[in-house]
């Protein structure tokens, strides 16, 4: 079918349904006998988990696209294990999705199918919520992803027609069900949604909203809560709240507006560079795409996401011999054999298996799209201003070849990745976009830690950490935090203190100004792979495609035992300066 279309959306479908198979055709490679999966990251021990049952769908439906039998037959061998009795979400996802694509499956999987869904409970039951556990429209857990994706599995459920006599199952009381669906998508999301998201693009404003895990908000699970959110509507039809749509609206803007040029979703927070990202975020945009359709030009920006998505996994996570890499790494890169750097509870399996979900996910909705529906421009392809002043405190600006974005407040005391400061820069040159700054690294494991990756003080003998109060972006390009330094315990040493960071062509300008008298150096810090950190000369600190200037001598000490998820190998490079009068500058140089 995809193939005898053209345009924008078919082209899409097609690099969406080469990267599903190839993934899992990887991944049939490391399928055990018994239905299970090597993850190459924990020394090739066979995991299973929702993991499992994602891939083994993906596998029954790339056998199908592609007319190969082994691949059909590894994931019924995966799908025919029987599930554990507890219940969950994403596991119930994957288990409905092979009802609904794959025709006449074998019976012994369709009978432990059907099994593992009319005993699927909410899983809300695990935090003791009395009455979401009963199946109760309303649900006093705070929001987070696990809710919607839960709402999502739920709604998907109610449309199999299977029934169940067991109580406490979502299946047994199916009108608490839909109740609890609703609740969720619409007053629900629309409580949890950022209220004041703002850009500035080339084709007007707009206002969003980031739809994530408070308190800290990582931009992944936006990526996968506008997903989720997206599917439901679309299960719950004509159903769905009037509020669930408008969430919507502003969760996609907000996605489109955050994406990097080069394709990056997950620049801050947990979930860093992680492959299910990408292959979530083009599922997102493409069903934003197909809710929307009938406006070509929000459309069209949405199937820009989606095409920046898959050229990023396609460029950074595609490998020749081998599943998609669990972090984005430079091409020619050996695959990765540990977790350093990488939050704790990922795994290749699991996020494996969900990448393969969402490129699939991508590849139905693209499917539906009218062929004559372009492709448009991603905000960040042209000058853009983006503040959450609010929410995510995050702000982000493209201007000439630099795109950029700032953290205006510390989120989390022991992980420096929700620090205050800059997250992430960009360069553009004849290859495309480069990401000049190496991520933060995750200090939350018991690796190196490091109290903050922000400009630091000393006055009066005592070291002040960064505090952010306010972010905003301006029209000229510049983001300024407005704030000031605290002790270790919490007392202000300065206030009144402006964070501004400036393009200037291929060089970024940091300016800290409003110092009190006293201060007697400023202290900031870079990371980079240990063997491309160095001084050069006396003010010129170089960390490995980035070279930073300071405006007078730099005192430099090099810490090691850091890692973030694309380096194994990540050092810290805290450089001191003294400050000239009230305020010091510095330049980040790309060129």
């Known amino acids: 079918m995809i193939a005898e279309r053209d ?41 299973t988990g929702y993991g499992r049952v994602m891939l083994g769908y993906a596998l029954m439906r790339a056998g199908l696209l592609t007319d190969r039998e082994p691949l059909y037959v590894a994931g019924a061998r995966a799908l025919a294990r029987r599930n554990p009795p507890s219940s969950q979400s994403f596991r119930a996802l994957g288990l ?10 074998p019976r012994t999987i369709r009978r432990e199918l059907t099994r593992y869904l009319r005993g699927y409970q909410p899983t809300a039951a695990k935090s003791g919520e009395a009455g979401a556990a009963a199946g109760a429209g309303r649900d006093r857990r705070p929001y987070s992803n696990l809710k919607l994706v839960e709402a999502l599995s739920v709604s998907m459920l109610l449309r199999t027609g299977l029934r169940s006599t067991v109580p406490g199952t979502r299946l047994a009381n199916p009108a608490a069900a839909r109740a609890f669906v609703r609740a969720v ?71 489109s507006v955050l994406m990097a040029p080069d394709g990056q979703l997950a620049w801050y927070g947990r979930g860093q560079n992680q492959v299910w990202v990408p292959a979530i975020a083009a599922a997102a945009a493409a069903e934003g795409a197909r809710a929307f359709a009938a406006e070509p030009a929000f ?54 298996g969900l990448a393969a979900y969402g490129l699939l996910e991508a590849l139905d909705a693209l499917a539906t799209l009218p062929t004559d529906l372009r492709s448009g421009r991603l905000p960040a392809d042209d000058d853009l201003q983006v503040v ?28 420096i990745r929700y620090d205050v400061g800059l997250l992430r820069l960009e360069r553009q040159d004849g290859d495309g976009w480069r990401n000049a700054l190496s991520p933060r690294p995750i200090t939350l494991t018991g690796d190196a830690r490091l109290r ?78 240990r063997a491309g950190l160095r001084l050069e000369g006396r003010d010129l600190v170089t960390a490995a495609g980035l070279r930073v200037r300071f405006p007078g001598p730099v005192g430099l000490a090099i810490r090691g035992g850091f890692h973030n998820a694309p380096d194994h190998d990540l050092a810290a490079a805290v450089a001191r300066v003294a400050p000239h009068g009230s305020s010091v500058v510095l330049d980040y140089l790309t060129g």
Do not use: K
């Not at 996570?317 to 790494?329: A, H, I, S």
């Open 7 to 47: 345009g924008d959306a078919a082209r899409l479908a097609r690099r969406a349904r080469d990267l599903a198979v190839d993934s899992v055709a990887a991944w049939a490679t490391l399928e055990t006998p018994d239905g299970r999966f090597r993850d190459p990251l924990s020394g090739g021990r066979p995991t």
């Open 96 to 105: 409905l999705a092979t009802l609904e694509h794959v025709p006449e499956p």
């Open 185 to 255: 998508v619409g007053p629900e999301v629309a409580r949890a949604i950022g209220p004041d998201l703002r850009a500035r693009t080339a084709g007007g404003r707009l206002v969003g909203g980031i739809l994530s895990d408070p308190p800290t908000y990582p931009l992944a699970y936006h990526a996968l809560s506008t997903w989720a959110l997206a599917r439901t509507v679309r299960e719950l039809g004509p159903a769905a709240p009037p509020s669930a749509r408008r969430s919507l609206r502003r969760a996609l803007d907000a996605l």
């Open 299 to 352: 459309a069209g920006r949405l199937l820009a996401v989606v095409d920046r998505a898959l050229e990023l996994l396609q460029r950074r996570y595609r490998q020749d011999d081998g599943p998609l890499r669990l972090v984005d790494q430079a091409p020619g890169s050996p695959l990765r054999r540990d977790m350093v750097g990488i939050d704790p509870y990922a795994g290749n399996v699991v996020y494996g």
């Open 388 to 415: 959450d002043p609010t929410t995510s405190h995050l702000a982000v600006v493209r201007r000439g070849p630099l795109w950029f974005a700032v953290h205006g407040i510390a989120q989390h005391r022991r992980d």
């Open 452 to 529: 903050s990756a922000g400009p630091q003080v000393v006055i009066g003998g005592e070291t002040g950490y960064p505090v952010g109060e306010r972010i905003d972006a301006r029209r000229d390009g510049t983001i300024v935090v407005g704030g000031g330094f605290r002790t270790r315990a919490g007392a202000w040493l300065a206030r009144g203190v402006r964070f501004t960071w400036q393009p200037r062509g291929t060089a970024l300008r940091l300016t800290v100004s409003g110092l009190p008298a006293g201060t007697t150096a400023l202290r900031t810090t870079v990371f980079a792979p």
